[in-house]
C-alpha cells in the first residue's frame, strides 16, 4: 500500500497543473495525456453537470520499476569523538547561559521588590511625619484656645469680683448713712 501511494504521488508530481486543467477542459487533449502514462489508468466520469470529472487509477507496479522507486536513506556520517564534545559544551554553554538569564530576571524582580518596598516605606514615613505635624500644630492651637478660654473666664471672675466689692461697699455706705 505505500509503495502505491510512493508511485501516485511520483506520477502527480510529473502531471503540471496546468495538463490538469487542459485535461478537463479540452477532452481531446486528455486522450492525448491517457497513452502518455503508462502506470495510470484515467477513467473520465460524466456524473456532474457542473463539468467533468475523472478518476485516476494506479496500475500495478512490476518488479523492475519497483527498484526504481526505492529511495535508499542518505548514509550515517560517523560521529567523532570531538564532535561529541563539541555538542556537549555547546550544551553546557546553552545550559549556562539559560541560568545566567534565569538569575538575572530574578535579581532584576528581587531589586524593583527592594524598590517599590522602599517607596512604600518612605511614603509611610512621609504620611506619619506629616499626621505627626498635623497632630502638633491641633495640639498647640487647642492649648492656645484653652488658655485663651481660661484667660477669659478668669477676667469675668476678676470682673465679678470687683463688682460684688463695689456692691458690699455700696451697701455698707448705705447702712452707714441709714444708721
Do not use: W
Amino acid at each position: 500500500m505505500a509503495k502505491t501511494a510512493i508511485a501516485y504521488k511520483e506520477k502527480m508530481k510529473e502531471i503540471s497543473v496546468f495538463s490538469l486543467i487542459c485535461s478537463c477542459l479540452y477532452p481531446e487533449t486528455r486522450k492525448n495525456l491517457m497513452g502518455d502514462f503508462e502506470d495510470l489508468d484515467i477513467k473520465p466520469i460524466n456524473k456532474r453537470a457542473s463539468g467533468q470529472s475523472f478518476e485516476i487509477i494506479l496500475k500495478p507496479t512490476s518488479p523492475v520499476s519497483e527498484n526504481a522507486h526505492c529511495i535508499t536513506t542518505p548514509p550515517k556520517r560517523d560521529i567523532s569523538l570531538e564532535d561529541i564534545q563539541k555538542k556537549l559544551e555547546a550544551a553546557e554553554d546553552r545550559r549556562k547561559s539559560q541560568e545566567a538569564q534565569v538569575l538575572q530576571a530574578l535579581a532584576e524582580k528581587r531589586e524593583h521588590e527592594r524598590d517599590v518596598l522602599m517607596k512604600a516605606m518612605e511614603e509611610n514615613s512621609n504620611f506619619s511625619r506629616m499626621a505627626e505635624e498635623k497632630l502638633q500644630v491641633k495640639m498647640e492651637q487647642i492649648e492656645e484656645n484653652r488658655q485663651a478660654y481660661m484667660a477669659a473666664i478668669m477676667d469675668r471672675l476678676q470682673e465679678k469680683e470687683r463688682h460684688a466689692q463695689e456692691v458690699r461697699r455700696n451697701k455698707e455706705l448705705r447702712e452707714e448713712v441709714t444708721a
